[in-house]
Nanobody, 127 residues
């Protein structure tokens, strides 16, 4: 049974950093594209970052460029989201998601590209 489990969320002060992890079980990430989305209270879920298959091409939302870094460790079947210079507006539940099949091109930050979703981890940026 495929499962994605996020971890690493928590409460952090503005300007701080967090690293989120997403570990897959029952499924080998391999060449799949993996993305992080987030949903703040009262807002729609939005794409934050994604990383493609073979060449590991990354994409970022404009709101996080230069602050967030996505990476993957296929040996650990895990994807990471390093978040720095966090702002209160980064407060949200963060979800990881993966495509069903390999994705070799530039990954899009659109929900319908992705097939499997984790349960989410809360990130709160507040003083």
């Amino acid at each position: 049974q495929l499962q994605l489990v996020e971890s690493g969320g928590g409460l952090v002060q503005p300007g701080g950093s967090l690293r989120l992890s997403c570990t897959a079980s029952g499924f080998t990430l391999g060449l799949a594209a993996i993305a992080w989305f987030r949903q703040a209270p009262g807002k729609e879920r939005e794409g934050v970052s994604c990383i493609g298959g073979a060449r590991g091409i990354t994409s970022y939302a404009d709101s996080v460029k230069g602050r967030f870094t996505i990476s993957r460790d296929n040996a650990k079947n895990t994807v990471y989201l390093q978040m720095s210079s966090l702002k209160p507006e980064d407060t949200a539940v963060y979800y990881c998601t993966v495509t069903k099949n390999g994705y070799l091109g530039t990954c899009p930050l659109t929900e319908d590209t992705y097939a499997y979703w984790g349960q989410g981890t809360q990130v709160t940026v507040s003083s």
